[in-house]
């Protein structure tokens, strides 16, 4: 932390958390509200979503549902979103879902708000002013969109992921961690999503813009993500591995929302957009190898995070007890499933120096402890090829 400079912290929203959270919505709704629901069609088919509409509908909640959120929602879906929201004259939008259908939901609330081209909020642009009051009602725990005011949407034309960074106003007004809407999630999406949030963990950590509070909440979510992702991945119909894991998350994103990340999602961007890896993959791919390489200039940070992560490192050196946490994290992401190579993933680079290039112009790239060369940045993409 530079004590030179000055900080300005972003606070989420209201949080609402615990089994059955959900059904206490319509609580935090205006009784005059017209919500549009902004959803994918798996949750639409899978029961959660009646679970949400069943509250408005009992609470005499007038709604519209727009379920056409795809994976890295593409610029048409918000599009057609937006369309909905402004025939039904809706007044706010529910995000339901992992983070594309709340990011959707965000930029959907963005574009009806505000006139011009959406991209150019990815370009620096500040997000003007208020826009329609944003819901989040995550069924994943990893992205920790709902405390965030970034979202992620992609121009499939120029095969690009447009980051909107749009705090304080597109941070979510209210969340709800409700465990019991995590029950039927597939092992795969568990231990991806788990891996992209410690990530967020780690690189707000580690991040040259961190703060003592934004380290706290790192930590914090670093230790819970460490103890609880393998019981989560395991059953994650276990309440209580479900909502420590929620709850993690949501530190994750509170910090790096703050704090941003680091080179892991620098390069996880380009990764995903031309291979369609999920987020989650690409994270977990490149945290262990970003790890190794940003020891050397905070090895204190990693020191701590070894200990977070349940490893003794009583007695050892800052050095080893620092490479007890890439450890640490590779055997995790080993025991959840994740895959550790591009051998097991089936990819081979044709892109790499378009993908080197895109890594060292994304804004992360700045805040990463360590500062990359387009040599180095280019190794670190092979590294997994190798391991
Ligand atoms: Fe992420």
Not at 70 to 93: F, H, L, Q, S, W
Not at 251 to 277: I, R, T
Not at 378 to 386: H, I
């Amino acid at each position: 932390m530079d004590l030179q400079r000055v900080y300005i912290q972003n606070n989420p929203g209201k949080l609402v958390f615990g089994p059955r959270s959900v059904n206490q919505l319509a609580d935090e709704i205006p009784a005059d509200a017209v919500p549009l629901v902004i959803t994918d069609r798996g949750i639409s088919q899978s029961g959660i979503l009646k679970r949400v509409t069943g509250v408005l509908d009992g609470a005499g909640i007038r709604h519209h549902i727009f379920h056409g959120i795809e994976p890295d929602p593409p610029i048409g879906a918000i599009e057609k979103a937006a369309a909905v929201y402004r025939k039904n004259r809706c007044t706010m939008v529910i995000g339901v879902g992992g983070g594309s259908s709340i990011d959707g939901a965000k930029s959907v609330s963005l574009m009806v708000s505000h006139r011009g081209d959406i991209s150019e909020y990815s370009r620096g642009k500040a997000v003007p002013g208020p826009v329609a009051p944003i819901y989040a009602i995550p069924t994943t725990a990893g992205t920790g969109s709902e405390v965030t005011g970034v979202s992620v949407i992609t121009d499939p034309v120029k095969k690009v992921k447009m980051v909107l960074r749009g705090a304080p106003h597109l941070i979510p007004k209210c969340a709800f961690l409700d465990p019991e809407l995590l029950v039927s999630l597939p092992p795969r999406v568990a231990a991806e999503t788990g891996g992209d949030a410690l990530t967020h963990a780690v690189e707000s950590y580690v991040s040259q813009n961190s703060t003592v509070v934004t380290e706290g909440l790192a930590l914090s979510a670093i230790t819970l993500i460490g103890r609880y992702l393998r019981r989560f991945v395991g059953n994650p119909a276990d309440m209580e591995a479900a909502e420590h894991m929620q709850l993690g998350c949501y530190l994750a994103g509170f910090a790096f929302s703050n704090a941003g990340v680091g080179l892991v999602h620098s390069m996880a961007h380009p990764v995903g957009a031309h291979y369609h890896l999920s987020h989650g993959a690409a994270c977990s791919l490149y945290l262990p190898v970003v790890m190794e390489y940003n020891i050397l200039t905070c090895p204190e940070k990693y020191a701590s995070i070894a200990a977070a992560l349940g490893e003794d490192v009583s007695g050892m050196t800052t050095r080893c007890a620092a490479k007890m946490s890439v450890k640490a994290v590779r055997d995790l992401f080993t025991d959840v499933g994740l895959a550790l190579t591009f051998r097991e993933l089936g990819v081979k680079f044709k892109l790499l120096p378009r993908m080197v290039a895109e890594a060292m112009a994304a804004v992360p790239t700045q805040a990463n402890p360590r500062r990359p060369s387009d040599a180095e940045v280019s190794n670190l993409f092979n590294t997994p090829m190798v391991k």
